[in-house]
């Protein structure tokens, strides 16, 4: 959710956008820390944690935020390579379009659902309508704004380990008129540009990305992997109205979307391809009685999330044996919802802040299947990945923040509840469901408390509860995967949900912050599928048979190391975690591990940055290099791997060992309107992928008889990028 000033400022500062030193700050930044008073150093504001402008040193919760200023200084090409240069958690990183993710052992799906994710995407603080990160570019992106933990005492369902909110641009937060082209490896391209304006009442902005890449070359030891190449566009608009100074209208416009992507996944395939595309419309209002001990706002929203699939797999497995599949295996999916928050605040007192609440959404999933056999492959047609559905939620709540001690102690806690109705609706080749309709009414809390011990140094605590309903796909599906598995639905599970508990502190001088946290989230019931046996490709849902519990520490630094000689300062930037336990207590006494699959053990970012100006005269430059350390990961692979030479048995969990990838980033401005900017990313050529097992080297450790035209995926070798920016 984002905020807005009640009239944009007057004048120059108005007409030049310049942004606010606070807001120049970032938790995870590249850049030194500006000189300012401590004071000031615990009043950073921060949105999403409450749905409303707070002072961070008032949030119970862990929080981080990505300004715009680190989108700049980054080579990343997606959000989904932005998080990872911020070290937010695993993400699986499947191909240019698919990433699911893992963040305090809550997870997302593998195929972007974001109906069955555990991780809550927003978009200026409503459901983004996907979980799929690779599909958002950072064109028009503001900032990012993450929460740890869940969230859902105001974001409702699927905030059971934290929230990720991607705050667009708008006329009204600035950064001025710019354009940039840039060009790379493997024929990486792209250009942008953001044009934006403002006066007394209105504000406006405008923006537009293309970009490509062909085929990318894996590390040392690998070659160029087939079918990795993509394509990316989009646009966004936005208009604000301030009617009056406490009332402010805005209407925001935007499609996003990375087209003709290769689709390699677990088979290293070579003929699979996905189009993904996200659009919405939000209109918001933003209003406030003189005084400011009534305010509120009111959130109309609709999007639409399409998933293209464009895949082929001329050799499928059935059982054990590898037969011949499909020519053409095309699914379409289409995800549309419109929806309503309302949230009236009202300041009770001059030390209480009651938030109230009501969501509404409803949202249709429709999809469709056409396969095309390979001679002597599967007759027929069968159902679609996904049932079709029609959800309808509306939930009610409230948050209360009560201040003593001089604002130095704030006591906070909330209660939401849900009700929701998700309905089988006629799928195509669904013999028979196993289920029509699933009412589930939900209560979730959250308590906390944040001590202001003076003004360098905070302390906060709290506990927070999460959920996440079955979809109809898992109560009632009977698809059959395009490799040939098969999966039926269960009538009788039971909705995810989660408990967190969590300390925290935040210390910080004029030129360095520190921030830690101590958490636990332990995840019931989270919905599986549980295989039928081994020599089978048939599996069933499931609530999982215990619980996961998730303990670990997470850290954030940086700060100003100093100035050297010739006028450049050096400074310092850190963030990681380690979880101390990531258990699955209901993992199979068979399992020869009981790890939380898809989840790092430990996970670091950390770099040193060196510069001299502030980035606005002939002259000044910048280099930054950054170290990204992904740590050990358990996972029982999809991949059909050689036994005993790739796994002992195909039930077999993999531990990837941990590894480091290192990232080069260099800035010269040409002149006070020209930037030059060049990056080196996996600067030592490493082969490695964050989740598969059979890579892109030799031997190949994958079944060559289960492969369809590759043996092994890794993630791209050294590439460079270098690019011009005009700012007008």
């Not at 953001?194 to 040392?220: C, F, I, K, P």
């Not at 001590?451 to 509860?465: G, Q, Y």
């Not at 207590?585 to 053990?601: E, I, K, P």
């Not at 190949?700 to 008889?705: G, R, S, T, V, W």
Request: charged share 20%.
């Amino acid at each position: 959710m984002q905020s807005y000033r009640s009239r944009p400022a007057r004048g120059r500062a108005a007409r030049s956008f310049s942004l606010s030193p606070a807001i120049a700050l970032s938790l995870l930044a590249g850049a030194a820390q500006a000189a300012a008073p401590q004071a000031a150093a615990l009043g950073e504001v921060f949105v999403t944690a409450t749905a409303r402008p707070e002072e961070r040193s008032r949030i119970a919760a862990t929080t981080q935020t990505i300004e715009r200023a680190d989108i700049e200084r980054s080579s990343a090409q997606s959000v989904t390579d932005l998080l990872a240069e911020h070290a937010v958690g695993f993400l699986s990183e499947w191909t240019a379009a698919q990433t699911s993710m893992n963040l305090r052992g809550a997870a997302t799906d593998g195929q972007g659902r974001d109906y069955r994710g555990q991780v809550a995407v927003l978009l200026n603080g409503r459901r983004a309508g996907t979980a799929n990160l690779s599909k958002l570019s950072l064109s028009d992106v503001e900032r990012i704004e993450i929460v740890r933990g869940p969230g859902s005492v105001v974001y409702g369902s699927q905030n059971m380990g934290g929230v990720i909110n991607i705050i667009l641009r708008t006329g009204a937060s600035g950064g001025g008129n710019r354009a940039s082209v840039a060009g790379g490896s493997a024929g990486l391209w792209r250009a942008d540009a953001q044009l934006g304006g403002a006066d007394e009442r209105w504000d406006w902005y405008l923006g537009a990305n293309l970009g490509g890449r062909d085929d990318y070359s894996s590390g040392s030891g690998g070659g160029e992997l087939k079918n990795t190449s993509y394509k990316r566009r989009g646009a966004a608009g936005a208009l604000g109205w301030q009617l009056a100074d406490l009332h402010r209208i805005e209407l925001q416009l935007r499609t996003d979307g990375i087209y003709n992507a290769g689709f390699r996944g677990s088979g290293a395939n070579i003929y699979s391809r996905d189009n993904r595309d996200n659009r919405s419309a939000d209109l918001r209002y933003e209003g406030g009685l003189p005084g400011g001990r009534v305010s509120w706002l009111a959130h109309l929203y609709t999007f639409e999330d399409v998933d293209e699939f464009n895949w082929a797999s001329p050799v499928i497995r059935s059982g054990t044996a590898a037969v011949p599949g499909t020519a053409r295996d095309y699914n379409l999916r289409k995800l549309d919802a419109a929806g309503l928050r309302l949230q009236p605040r009202l300041r009770l007192s001059d030390t209480n802040d009651l938030l109230l609440g009501f969501d509404y959404e409803k949202n249709r999933l429709r999809s469709e299947r056409e396969r095309v056999a390979m001679p002597g492959g599967p007759a027929g047609q069968v159902a679609p990945y996904d049932n079709n559905q029609t959800e309808h939620t509306h939930a009610l709540y409230l948050e209360d923040a009560q201040t003593f001690l001089d604002n130095r102690l704030t006591l906070r806690a909330g209660v939401r509840k849900t009700w929701g109705e998700t309905r089988f609706d006629q799928t195509p080749n669904v013999a028979a469901a196993l289920t029509t309709a699933r009412d589930y009414d939900q209560t979730t809390w959250s308590t906390g408390a944040t001590w202001k011990v003076n003004d360098a140094w905070a302390l906060r605590a709290s506990a927070s509860t999460g959920f996440r309903a079955p979809t109809a796909s898992e109560l009632s599906a009977d698809f059959t995967a395009v490799g040939g598995g098969r999966s039926f639905g269960n009538p009788n599970l039971k909705p995810e949900s989660s408990r967190q508990f969590e300390v925290g502190t935040t210390l910080r001088q004029a030129a360095w912050r520190v921030d830690a946290a101590l958490f636990q989230n332990t995840i019931s019931d989270r919905i599986i599928t549980v295989s039928r046996g081994p020599s089978t490709n048939t599996s069933d849902y499931a609530n999982n048979a215990a619980d996961i519990v998730a303990r670990g520490l997470e850290l954030s630094a940086n700060g100003d190391l100093g100035r050297l000689a010739g006028g450049a300062t050096l400074s310092a930037f850190g963030n990681g975690y380690y979880h101390f336990t990531m258990k699955d207590q209901g993992a199979a006494a068979s399992a020869n591990t009981d790890r939380v699959q898809r989840m790092y053990q430990y996970e670091a970012a950390a770099g040193l940055r060196l510069a001299r100006g502030a980035d606005r005269n002939a002259g000044d430059w910048s280099a930054q290099l950054t170290a990204l350390l992904r740590g050990p990961m358990w996972y029982d692979t999809e991949e059909n791997l050689l036994i005993p030479q790739g796994e002992p048995s195909s039930t077999f969990i993999h531990r990837k060992g941990a590894f480091t990838v290192w990232n080069l980033r260099g800035e010269y401005r040409l002149s006070r309107g020209v930037k030059l900017f060049a990056g080196i990313n996996n600067l030592f050529d490493l082969n490695r992928h964050p989740i598969f097992i059979a890579l892109d080297q030799r031997p190949c450790i994958a079944n060559p008889i289960f492969q369809n035209g590759g043996c092994g995926t890794s993630m791209p070798g050294r590439e460079w990028l270098v690019g011009l920016q005009a700012d007008f």
